[in-house]
Nanobody
Framework: QVQLVESGGGLVQAGGSLRLSCVAS????????MAWHRQAPGKQRELVAA???????NYADSVTGRFTISRDNAKNMVYLQMDSLKPEDTAVYYC??????????????WGQGTQVTVSS
C-alpha cells in the first residue's frame, strides 16, 4: 500500500504565493507520473500540473506561467509552487502518483487533499 500526504495549503490574498508539498510512502519501487489536481465546489476535479519521472511537465492553461511543478525523487516528493494566485484558484488540491511495486504492477494513488483559499 502507498500513502500520499499533502501539506502547504491555506488562506492567501490574491497575488500571493503558496507552495504545496506531497510525500509518498509505503511499498514503492518507483514513482512514474506525479500530478496535482484540484476540485472547486460544484465543479469537477481537474488536472493542474503533471510531471514525469524524466521531469517532463505539463500544465492546465489556466495556471501556465503562474504555477511550477517539481519533484524530488530521492525523497518521493512532488511540489507545486503557486504564484500570482487568483480567487478562481480556490479549491481542494489533490496529489496523485502512479507507483510501481517490486512485482512490476503500477497503481494510481491519491492524497486526502489540502484546501487552498484565495481571497480577493
Amino acid at each position: 500500500q502507498v500513502q500520499l500526504v499533502e501539506s502547504g495549503g491555506g488562506l492567501v490574498q490574491a497575488g500571493g504565493s503558496l507552495r504545496l508539498s506531497c510525500v509518498a510512502s509505503g511499498s514503492i519501487f518507483s514513482i512514474n507520473r506525479m500530478a496535482w489536481h484540484r476540485q472547486a465546489p460544484g465543479k469537477q476535479r481537474e488536472l493542474v500540473a503533471a510531471i514525469t519521472s524524466g521531469d517532463s511537465t505539463n500544465y492546465a492553461d489556466s495556471v501556465t506561467g503562474r504555477f511550477t511543478i517539481s519533484r524530488d525523487n530521492a525523497k518521493n516528493m512532488v511540489y507545486l509552487q503557486m504564484d500570482s494566485l487568483k480567487p478562481e484558484d480556490t479549491a481542494v488540491y489533490y496529489c496523485n502518483a502512479w507507483v510501481s511495486n517490486k512485482a512490476g504492477y503500477t497503481y494510481t494513488y491519491w492524497g486526502q487533499g489540502t484546501q487552498v483559499t484565495v481571497s480577493s
